[in-house]
């Protein structure tokens, strides 16, 4: 089994910044991509970064592209949401997830493995 811990949520003001931190433990494999999925309350989950097991190639939602940084730590089993310019769109509950399958993590199928979550807060 594999478990994912997720840091770093909070409250912060509109155009503020947060970065999340995700740890992964338990058996791990080397090619399993990892992102960030968020959902807020009466919305639907919805994708938001991803990175491959390289930490080389990024991939983003329009939401937060230009905006939001992932990228994986030098131990390959953690993994970092930088988040700049929030808006209160981006209010919701922030999930770390892995997947030897991309498309589970930017799709709507569910990732193989999922975190408890860390609640991000913009206010206006």
């Known amino acids: 089994q594999v478990q994912l811990v997720e840091s770093g949520g909070g409250l912060v003001q509109a155009g503020g910044s947060l970065s999340l931190s995700c740890a992964a433990s338990g058996r791990t494999f080397s090619r399993y991509f990892m992102g960030w999925l968020r959902q807020a309350p009466g919305k639907e989950r919805e994708f938001v970064a991803a990175?491959?097991?390289?930490?080389?190639?990024?991939y983003y939602a329009d939401s937060a592209k230009g905006r939001f940084t992932i990228s994986r730590g030098n131990a390959k089993n953690t993994v970092f949401l930088q988040m700049n310019s929030l808006k209160p769109d981006d209010t919701a509950v922030y999930y770390c997830?892995?997947?030897?399958?991309?498309?589970?993590?930017?799709?709507?199928?569910?990732?193989?493995?999922w975190g408890q979550g860390t609640q991000v807060t913009v206010s206006s």
């Open positions: 997830a892995t997947d030897g399958r991309l498309v589970r993590i930017t799709g709507t199928q569910e990732p193989e493995y």
């Open positions: 990175i491959d097991w390289s930490g080389s190639i990024t």
